[in-house]
């Protein structure tokens, strides 16, 4: 790093020597409480040479490495349900293993198998669940037309792309 003596030093140029001085505590060059004391001392410094006494007995540092690139899994991207719809996914699971539940309890106390009510629960109201999401048509007010700017509102059109 370049820093010209006696000019005062910014916020960004802060951050880049803490960064540096991170690396070399990753390093092993520095402890915790070396590491702290020196990032202090860049944060009271007003002036660049003041800042740069902190690396003065320190290698320079290689530059960080370059973060590596991800490449997609997938070329289509995978479907999400809307917010509400997986709100309403996670009730359905909630109340289906409390039912669930109860059941298990009270045939376990009675000693025996009682009638599997929570089906009655759990079935209706899951295939309710499971046409709605399949139709992935409620949940946001159809467009009355084209906005201000002749496109569709960018809300409707991205839940029609969804499941």
Known sequence: MEYADGVRIS???RERLVDELGRHLTAGRLTIGEFD???GAVYRSVTT???RRVLSDLP???PP????VRTPARTRPRPRLPVHQ????AAWAAAGTINLAIWAIVSIAV???VYPWPIWVIGPWGLVLL????AGREGTAPSTGPSRSGRQSRRWCTSQLRL
């Open 111 to 113: 000693g025996a198998a």
């Open 37 to 39: 004391q020196r990032v």
């Open 131 to 134: 046409g709605r999401t399949l």
């Open 65 to 68: 490495a370059p973060a590596p």
């Open 60 to 62: 320079a540092a290689p």
């Open 86 to 89: 997986r709100i309403e996914w």
């Open 49 to 51: 040479d003041e800042a």
């Open 11 to 13: 916020d960004p140029e």
